[in-house]
């Protein structure tokens, strides 16, 4: 059973170009999770969704951001017109559903956004 | 709203120390309890997990922590750390019966042998 794969692991753009980040959740798994970590910082949660929903986007900025979860195929959070501030490591989780009292969740290897 | 508290950012030790790393959080209802662990250029593992029962929670790698209510408190112990220890340890909670975990901000943990 693989484990939550995120690609790409590296991703360099320049500012104003579009990023766009895959996360395809653990077999089984309903629920994915978004989190961004910025250098010093720990991970701030962005999104969660489930297939074709989002159920909580408190996280994600206003603008620029946005999030998928297809029913076929991986979740994507793409980010248009980068800037620098956007600079980071990016953590896709996944989950299944949730157990009575909670559930663990599974994190992918992450994806470095560098914007130059 | 909830939060997490990780009040040791850098932490070097000598191999065979005693290890405890606090968390706090704050959050009046009833929550469940993580540690995860990042070694370098890895993601994140779990390390241990408290949703109920033993407020004791022994986890992998000789790991433990214990959940107490009154001071908001879930702190990761381990009685002697190996050079391969060497990582980053978060503490994350979420309220009972929501999927939203919280962050601390982490703590690096350096063990030298």
């Known amino acids: 059973n693989a484990g939550v794969m995120q690609n790409p692991r590296h991703l360099v753009r320049r500012r104003g170009q579009e990023a766009r980040l895959r996360c395809s959740p653990m077999k089984g798994h309903s629920h994915v999770y978004w989190y961004r970590q910025l250098p010093e910082e720990g991970l701030k949660f962005m999104v969660y969704?489930?297939?074709?929903?989002?159920?909580?986007e408190s996280g994600m900025p206003k603008e620029r951001f946005s999030a998928e979860f297809p029913k076929e195929g991986p979740s994507i959070l793409r980010i248009q017109q980068v800037v620098r501030g956007d600079s980071a490591a990016y953590f896709c989780?996944?989950?299944?559903?949730?157990?009575?009292?909670?559930?663990?969740?599974?994190f992918g290897q992450g994806t470095r956004l560098t914007v130059v | 709203a909830q939060s997490v508290s990780q009040h040791n950012h850098h932490v070097i030790l000598s191999e065979a120390a005693s290890l405890e790393l606090g968390c706090n959080y704050s959050y009046g209802g009833t929550v469940n309890l993580f540690w995860y662990v990042q070694y370098p250029g890895q993601h994140l593992q779990l390390l241990l997990k408290?949703?109920?029962?033993?407020?004791l929670v022994k986890g992998i790698k000789g790991f433990e922590a214990e959940f107490i209510k009154s001071k908001f408190s879930f702190n990761l112990r381990k009685p002697s750390v190996q050079w391969s220890d060497t990582a980053e340890y978060f503490c994350?909670?979420?309220?009972?019966?929501?999927?939203?975990?919280?962050f601390g901000t982490g703590t690096r943990l350096q063990v030298f042998p």
């Open positions: 408290y949703f109920s029962g033993d407020p």
């Open positions: 994350a909670v979420n309220a009972r019966n929501t999927d939203k975990l919280i």
């Open positions: 969704l489930q297939k074709e929903n989002i159920i909580d």
């Open positions: 989780a996944s989950s299944p559903i949730r157990e009575q009292g909670g559930t663990e969740a599974f």
